[in-house]
């Protein structure tokens, strides 16, 4: 009996801290992981790499848990569209930022070493230029951090 109401009463402090978490973080503009034409919900949430990333049903977290590989590009513009991670160098070459390089790419601003890689992303389309920037290994490149949210 004991343990069930230790089991509960820790439950109910992550749940209160997961939804304490995805509250200080604004949702407006942004879209679900899975379904990138529906709006992203605070209730549809999962841990990922320290931060949060949301969704539009209870059915989506299931399924890019099954396949965080493949959506982890969509993930990681996630966690940059909702200011959790910061950028620290360029995604393409690995160099110093340069502020007036700053472009959109899937809903989060990010920023080049120079006008040059600035221009290569620009020039492509969807996924392209999504995995060009949010690849896991452009996301190693560009130096991006998850902040640790307040709880």
């Not at 009996?1 to 978490?21: D, G, Q």
């Not at 990922?48 to 969509?74: I, L, S, W």
């Not at 690995?94 to 700053?102: I, R």
Request: charged letters at 25%; a positive charge; glycine letters at 6%.
């Amino acid at each position: 009996m004991k343990n069930k109401l230790t089991v509960v009463l820790a439950s109910a402090l992550l749940l209160t801290a997961t939804a304490f978490a995805a509250e200080s973080i604004s949702l407006e503009g942004i879209k679900c992981v899975m379904a990138a034409n529906k709006d992203a919900k605070a209730e549809n949430s999962v841990e990922y790499k320290g931060g949060q990333v949301f969704f539009c049903c209870a059915n989506c977290p299931k399924a890019f848990e099954a396949n965080k590989d493949k959506f982890a590009p969509r993930a990681n513009a996630q966690l940059v569209a909702t200011k959790q991670a910061k950028q620290g160098a360029c995604p393409l070459s690995g160099g110093k930022l340069n502020p007036d390089t700053a472009i959109e790419v899937a809903g989060a601003k990010v920023c080049f070493c120079c006008n040059n890689c600035k221009g290569k992303v620009a020039g492509l389309q969807g996924d392209e230029q999504l995995n060009a920037v949010f690849s896991e290994a452009a996301w190693e490149k560009a130096k991006f951090k998850v902040a640790k949210s307040e709880k």
